[in-house]
């Protein structure tokens, strides 16, 4: 009895039927492997990200350390040629920042005020010095220096001491020195501190 040609139909479209299955299963392969690939591109390109946000912090942190520095060592290098031109007056004294009869810190808040006073009564009396304006206060742009004050690079008054203080810091021989507040802003947080004594030593040693 010969084979029915509906059979032979039959036969080809459930072959053609398993192909397209097939397939489909190869697809649904094929796409899924590519989302994995997607995932992990994406999840690579946020660590590279990370990694990328951290070094501009690290860098930025490096150049405003570095600027304030250089501003410490230039204000500190002013006041000493006038001292060394003036041995019978010395360092000028300025408002202080913490009243040395008080042995009570004040808080940041009164610091702030007293700082900004110090500040602008220093930078007016090297103004007033032939000479001296150039050394303490070259190159700075507008933001650091506006004529009236000087400010580190976080944009707070550098201040003037006359001698060491507990509680701020402690020049070697109990002499004078200018200090910046740090990245916090915060004069009695001596941690992040920058002081023109360890500006000027670690200029020397380069």
Same mark, same amino acid.
Do not use: C
């Given at each position: *009895?010969?084979?029915?040609?509906?059979?032979?139909?039959?036969?080809? #479209?459930?072959?053609?039927?398993?192909?397209?299955?097939? #397939?489909?299963?190869?697809?649904? =392969? @094929? =796409?899924? !492997?590519?989302?994995?690939?997607?995932?992990?591109?994406?999840?690579?390109l946020?660590?590279?990200l990370?990694?990328?946000?951290?070094?501009?912090?690290?860098? =930025?942190?490096?150049?405003?350390?570095?600027? $304030?520095?250089?501003?410490?060592?230039?204000?500190?290098?002013?006041?000493? &040629?006038?001292?060394?031109?003036?041995?019978?007056?010395?360092?000028?004294? !300025?408002?202080?920042?913490?009243?040395? @009869?008080?042995?009570?810190?004040?808080?940041?808040?009164?610091?702030?005020?007293?700082?900004?006073?110090?500040? @602008? /009564?220093?930078?007016?009396? !090297?103004?007033? /010095?032939?000479?001296?304006?150039?050394?303490?206060? @070259?190159?700075?742009?507008?933001?650091?220096?506006d004529?009236? $004050?000087?400010?580190?690079? +976080?944009? $707070?008054?550098?201040? !003037? *001491?006359?001698?060491?203080?507990?509680?701020?810091?402690? %020049?070697?021989?109990?002499? +004078?020195?200018?200090?910046?507040?740090?990245?916090?802003?915060?004069?009695?947080?001596r &941690?992040?501190n920058?002081?023109?004594?360890? %500006?000027?030593? #670690? %200029?020397?040693?380069?």
């Amino acid at each position: *009895m010969s084979e029915s040609p509906y059979h032979g139909v039959a036969s080809i #479209a459930g072959a053609t039927s398993i192909a397209a299955a097939r #397939a489909r299963r190869r697809q649904r =392969r @094929r =796409r899924a !492997f590519t989302l994995i690939e997607m995932l992990t591109t994406v999840a690579i390109l946020i660590i590279v990200l990370g990694l990328m946000v951290s070094l501009a912090r690290y860098v =930025r942190r490096r150049s405003a350390e570095e600027l $304030t520095r250089r501003i410490l060592v230039n204000l500190h290098s002013a006041m000493l &040629d006038y001292v060394q031109q003036n041995p019978q007056q010395g360092a000028p004294g !300025f408002e202080p920042l913490i009243d040395p @009869r008080d042995p009570k810190a004040p808080d940041e808040v009164s610091l702030q005020r007293t700082a900004l006073n110090n500040n @602008r /009564q220093f930078v007016q009396f !090297f103004r007033a /010095q032939k000479g001296l304006p150039g050394k303490a206060f @070259r190159d700075l742009p507008l933001s650091i220096y506006d004529e009236a $004050t000087v400010r580190d690079a +976080w944009g $707070t008054p550098i201040v !003037f *001491m006359g001698a060491m203080h507990r509680q701020i810091g402690m %020049a070697p021989g109990n002499e +004078w020195f200018f200090f910046s507040a740090g990245p916090d802003r915060q004069y009695l947080t001596r &941690d992040d501190n920058q002081y023109s004594y360890e %500006a000027i030593g #670690a %200029a020397d040693r380069r």
